[in-house]
């Protein structure tokens, strides 16, 4: 394992969060590391220089995006080899957070450069504490697949033990998405889901999956803009019913997906009702 020394002169690798919508959430610290670092690794650097802009910042901006990032890890480590520092933004938010970074900082990391977080707002964590649904257990599943099956099969692998499911959705699939949960959760599947957090038109709904497709199909104009959708999953229900029993026993001998296929031809029950259960025995 590399580390870096205390008297190492190399330049340090700034994390630096930065406004979701309102720009009144950009911290002062955030505001003067990218004021001071030589360089600034921006995701979209013409969105970027907007935001530096309105803030008076004239740093030197350079692209880091997901088709170039793995290449801009080593140029990066000869700017701080050089005694250079480096901050990173994405285009909202904190970095890293389904946005790219990750490789940039596991190279760096590896090399024993300092990588400094600089905290700030992020879209996930803000949902979250106000969306009325569990918090003391929660899983970030980032953005779901687009297609329809692949976003059901991912859906369809979810159990309780996951705590709120939160995820990242945009506008052109958000109606969508809420049909696929209905058709693998159920109507009553209840879900918060937030909408330009921070903006001026930020909205919480709240309620069953089914009252959500309603309020989004009445007003179109809750259709728009960006979302982060939290879903509360059922809790597991103590079952000792002969169709788990029967899972139980072909669980022992046969993956998740065929276990749970056999007991639903054997017993009537619905097969993917079955796969929730054997995925949660797996899980104890």
């Not at 530096?52 to 740093?59: A, E, P, S, V």
């Not at 909205?203 to 007003?219: P, W």
């Not at 803009?225 to 939290?230: A, I, K, N």
Request: glycine residues 6%; aromatic residues 8%; proline residues 4%.
């Amino acid at each position: 394992m590399v580390t870096q020394s205390d008297n190492d002169v190399r330049g340090t690798f700034y994390i630096v969060a930065t406004p979701i919508g309102n720009l009144d959430d950009f911290t002062d610290r955030a505001k003067r590391v990218l004021q001071e670092v030589d360089f600034i690794a921006a995701e979209d650097t013409r969105h970027s220089k907007r935001l530096m802009n309105h803030f008076g910042i004239d740093t030197k901006l350079f692209a880091l995006h997901d088709h170039n990032e793995r290449d801009k890890a080593s140029y990066i480590a000869s700017l701080l080899n050089d005694g250079k520092n480096v901050a990173l933004i994405s285009d909202a938010g904190t970095p890293l957070i389904s946005d790219p970074g990750y490789h940039v900082v596991n190279f760096l990391r590896q090399e024993g450069h300092k990588v400094v977080p600089v905290p700030g707002p992020s879209a996930l964590i803000t949902a979250l504490c106000a969306s009325g649904l569990p918090t003391d257990r929660f899983s970030f599943v980032g953005f779901l697949p687009a297609k329809s099956k692949s976003r059901r099969d991912e859906m369809s692998s979810w159990v309780p033990s996951l705590g709120t499911v939160v995820f990242y959705e945009s506008t052109h699939r958000i109606l969508d998405c809420l049909a696929d949960l209905e058709a693998v959760w159920g109507e009553s599947v209840q879900v918060a889901l937030a909408r330009e957090i921070t903006k001026t038109f930020e909205t919480f709904l709240n309620g069953s999956v089914a009252e959500i497709q309603r309020i989004l199909t009445e007003d179109s104009n809750q259709t728009r803009g960006e979302f982060v959708m939290m879903v509360s999953l059922p809790a597991a229900e103590e079952d000792n019913s002969e169709a788990l029993k029967i899972l139980k026993i072909l669980l022992k001998e046969l993956p998740v997906k065929q276990a749970a296929a056999l007991a639903a031809e054997i017993t009537g029950e619905k097969k993917n009702a079955l796969y929730k259960q054997a995925l949660a025995m797996n899980e104890e």
